[in-house]
């Protein structure tokens, strides 16, 4: 599948099963992206689940071929191959803001690159960290801040997650999943204070690079 005859189009869904009503409107989709809020919401309208995406519980990315839905996630590699080149020897722990769809994949990858890491979420499970909880020992012990929250994100770009930016420093990685500004409230205030920043759309082009090789394949991997 080339270039040539394809368009990639924007479907705006106000309610997840509005998706029942698309797919049989349209007769011609290849595939889709999944984005924020419904990456975890989408799991009951796909035929069939990747293994990593089954496993992380996730999927933004989904191949449609002979009436079978198949849902990827290529966030994870998104994200990994987009922070692994920023990583030194002391970023060995992180904390990942957020717990929706897209916090999944980063704590896969983060997995991946033998990164420990801890969740924070404004209403924490047990294993989770409250915003409240982020004293001066974790901020300094977490040299890695991931936001996967939308908090911050254009028009309400003065926004950010509610942590204690005055514990960060130079010896922190700010990373923001969101591409749009390209510098958000919380990464400026992380190079305010000599972290150093990375947004999210590199990210964005390396997953959508994985995305066009799983809908240009002439079999459901």
Not at 4 to 17: M, P, Q, R, T
Not at 95 to 118: D, M, N, P, R, W
Request: net charge neutral.
């Amino acid at each position: 599948m080339g270039l040539v005859g394809h368009s990639y189009e924007n479907f705006d869904l106000a309610k997840i099963d509005a998706f029942k009503t698309l797919i049989s409107t349209y007769n011609d989709i290849k595939g889709f992206n999944v984005t924020i809020p419904y990456k975890e919401a989408i799991l009951p309208y796909l035929t069939e689940i990747d293994g990593i995406a089954k496993r992380i519980g996730a999927v933004n990315t989904i191949k449609v071929s002979g009436g079978i839905l198949k849902g990827f996630n290529t966030d994870i590699y998104g994200f990994q191959k987009s922070l692994e080149p920023m990583l030194q020897h002391h970023h060995q722990n992180a904390l990942i803001l957020g717990t929706g769809g897209a916090s999944k994949a980063v704590s896969f990858a983060l997995t991946e690159l033998g990164i420990a890491h801890q969740f924070v979420s404004r209403k924490p499970a047990i294993t989770e960290l409250g915003y409240g909880d982020l004293s001066a020992n974790i901020m300094k012990s977490h040299t890695i801040l991931v936001n996967c929250t939308p908090l911050g994100t254009h028009p309400n770009i003065l926004e950010k997650p509610n942590i204690p930016y005055d514990l960060i420093g130079n010896k922190h990685l700010l990373f923001d999943l969101i591409y749009n500004p390209d510098k958000t409230a919380f990464l400026q205030e992380g190079e305010a204070r000599g972290a150093k920043i990375c947004n999210g759309l590199r990210m964005l082009e390396l997953q959508a690079e994985k995305a066009w090789e799983i809908w240009s394949s002439p079999i459901i991997h």
